[in-house]
């Protein structure tokens, strides 16, 4: 029936006989043990954030951690009170929460909902652009531009604040509020839409009273994800914050958010130190504060990508 | 011709077909669930070797869910499980330790929409006997020339092997695709509406090639195309969906048979164009 | 909606137009401001001697090759211990596993992942990479730090490349009795790996840029010499832009500028690149 071999036998094996193919489950497991890799390097992180951070909470009370306002790292004994660094914190995440929610999602509506989409096309590489924008760049620029501005504008001694700060990581969020909001305004099903110009609505009551309210958990994840981003971010805080060590009391304060509070630390703490086991609590802190942000974000997230698709 | 055994169908349930010869492939009271849903019930049928046998139906009827037993093809769908015996060549090819991949080799699979892969014709039939592990240029030659002739198409792309696979039209696509089958010797071609996406000429074009190639393999064939089911096929199976949804086999018989004489009601409505 | 005078729910809403329209030119000026200001301020720094030099007296005269160089081989290590990891977590997620608790958990991982600020992988990989396997402040530690900071990029960008791939491939394959693994290996990832390449450009882009870490596991202002073997310390550009621009009084302003567009033409070219590879991709 054939005329060319079979000779390599496989083809005439039983079914039952089967080759082990030994080769195959080698990389299954490898692959398998990869697949495990985000959550082993998760917990690795949080692991290590542990085993170096408590040594700091058993040495200091962590109600005198968290809430003690001095941070005297090499004074005999030295005080580990890391409140300055968490309202800093508070602080910047506030102001550019403020600014970056309206005009993020403003863009957001205005991209999804009444540029023509050629327009909307155009702006959505800049948005891009935006977004890979290096950290150090932005405080650069808000090292050398805007800090100058803050000063004179507001009459201060020094242009390096939470408010320079703020406005800085208030465009460094901007560009995932942007495409996350976008996202959720086009998901609206156009019946939606529809129906209310049905009923003799004007666009913009269209879409202030349809759009954005359907659209609203997948905005409210926008915004999530962008204060996760405040949050966390490091360079541009601890290049224009200021670092001052007191407890800022307003936003033109120059402060010191705890990212910064770990970068500019981490140098000159003794490895194994005390300093050393602070600065790892610090972190640990950071971590799950993001940890939670992002996780009701991906929450939101879900339920809004369900909203119109399952129903 | 082969021996056929002539239909006996039980009205209450199933038709129940034993040929007198040894089947190739056999199935005895398979049921096949998707998660809650019955999709196939019941159904029990033999088919002998070097046959061409048709599985028809209305859309919808678990036709495809059917012929994916027969090579395992529905263990990629998550949520399907299967219940009964599905035998090839004797052998249960669902109890532990069967080797799948052996299966499918034996056992190839033609789908619907042409689906040849994104890379030269040439590797496009090679890529299963590549697999298997022949790494010599002069066989490869010799499987590509001998499977693309077997596939009624060699003629036609001779001279462009190094062509990509999608650069070629749908009916020569879909012989592409039953050349890649061919290459690695199987016993039995399962087709999945073979032509439903191919015009008239392409599709005769496949119905020769079948014919061709029922002398040596055993083909199954799933068909929309009563005409389709007639012209080529020596067995044919008639399946509905029973009130419950679930697709249930109503008669298994002699092709002519079945388009002539048949024995139940509803597989005459059918076929005279009556419903589905 | 009652019939009010038209007038004024028009006058709203060309008002509201207006406010959306100012929302998203407040999100682009400011970019392109920035970009146009860059290239004006660093344009006249960016000579020969410049990109191919080393840093001279104290890093307010001479170039920056090292630490370009730095960048480079930073960009290459993170991507040659993220991506294939990356890739083989894509397809487990892919091909290997169905819908369950675990594989929710690992995605909820990813996510979770992605979210941790880089200071914090800074942190891990000083404690892991620095102390622990005892590597020192070397390239090969910023590498490997940087990498589990990409990770989350290079699995979900490879997942979803992987899932992108039709799944008529996979069946034509598997109907010829060719084994799952030789699938994936001969018909998936060669059908994702444009989208797999994406994300591996966009890692090594956002990598390029990421200072916070590599200030925690040891960049170096100054290094004598240009990095040779993966225990060396290293220069990189941020950490240079960090440097001249924050710590170093007296820096001539071409200097910082020059830095600044040396990186952002990095970032932005590798950004691009990716682009096009994801813009050519989507032809085929
Ligand atoms: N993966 C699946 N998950 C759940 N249900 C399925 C799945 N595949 C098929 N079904 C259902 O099983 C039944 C039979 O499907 P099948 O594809 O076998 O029918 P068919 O006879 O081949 O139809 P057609 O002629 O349209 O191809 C249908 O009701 C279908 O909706
Ligand atoms: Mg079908």
Known sequence: MFPFDRSNGAASGSLLSARPRWGEKIIEKVIFANGMLAIIVLLGVLFILLRQGIPALVETPIHKFLFGTAWYPVSDPPTFGILPFFVATMWVTVVSTVLAVPIGVGAAIFLAEIAPRKVADAVKPIVELLSGFPSVVMGFIGLVLLSPWIQNTLGLNTGLTGITAGIMLAMMSLPIIVSVSEDALRAVPEDFRQAAYGLGSTRWEVIWHVCVPSALSGISAAVMLGVGRAIGETMTVLMVAGGALALPELPVDPMMPMTAAIASGIGNAVQGGPQYHALFAIGLILFLLTLFVNLIAARVLERQKRKFTAG | MNQVSMVTVNNKNNANVQPEGEARLRMENVNLYYGEFHAVKDISLDISSSSITAIIGPSGCGKSSLLRLFNRMNDLIPSARIEGLVEFDGVDIYQPGIDVVELRKRVGMVFQKPNPFPMSIYDNVCFGPRRHGIRNKRALDDIVEKSLIQAALWDEVKDKLDQSGLSISGGQQQRLCIARVLAVEPEVILMDEPCSALDPIATLKIEDLMRTLSASYTIVIVTHNMQQAARVSDMTAFLMVGDDRAGMLVEYGQTSEIFTNPKNKKTEDYITGRFG | ?284
């Open chain 3, 1 to 284: 909606m009652e019939i009010k005078n038209i007038k004024s729910r028009y006058l709203t809403q060309r008002v509201a137009i207006v406010i959306l329209a100012v929302s998203a030119l407040l999100v682009i000026i400011p970019v392109i401001g920035i970009i146009i200001y860059m290239i004006a301020n660093g344009y006249s720094s960016l000579n020969w001697e410049f990109l191919t030099a080393s840093p001279a007296q104290a890093g307010k005269a001479g170039g920056i090759l090292p630490a370009i160089l730095g960048t480079v081989y930073l960009m290459l290590g993170t991507i040659l211990f993220a991506l294939p990891v990356g890739i083989m977590a894509g397809v487990y997620l892919s091909e290997y596993t169905r819908a369950n608790w675990l594989t929710r958990l690992i995605n909820m991982a990813i996510i979770n992942l992605a979210g941790v600020p880089s200071i914090v992988f800074g942190l891990f990989g000083l404690a892991v990479f620095v102390l622990g396997l005892n590597l020192g402040m070397s390239l090969l530690a910023a590498s490997l730090t940087l990498a589990a900071q990409a990770l989350a990029m290079t699995i979900t960008t490879s997942r979803e490349a992987i899932i992108a791939v039709p799944k008529e491939y996979r069946e034509g394959s598997l109907a010829i009795g060719v084994s799952k693994w030789q699938t994936i290996r001969h018909i998936v990832l060669p059908q994702a790996s444009p989208g797999i390449l994406t994300g591996a450009i966009l890692a090594m882009s956002r990598a390029a840029g990421e200072t916070a870490p590599i200030i925690v596991v040891g960049a170096a202002f100054l290094v004598g010499g240009l990095p040779v073997s993966p225990f060396d310390r290293f220069m990189a550009l941020p950490y240079h832009l960090y440097t001249v621009s924050a710590h170093i009084p007296g820096m001539p302003g071409e200097i910082k500028w020059g830095v600044a567009l040396v990186l952002i033409a990095m970032v932005l070219f590798f950004n691009m690149l990716a682009g096009i590879v994801r813009i050519k991709a989507r032809k085929r």
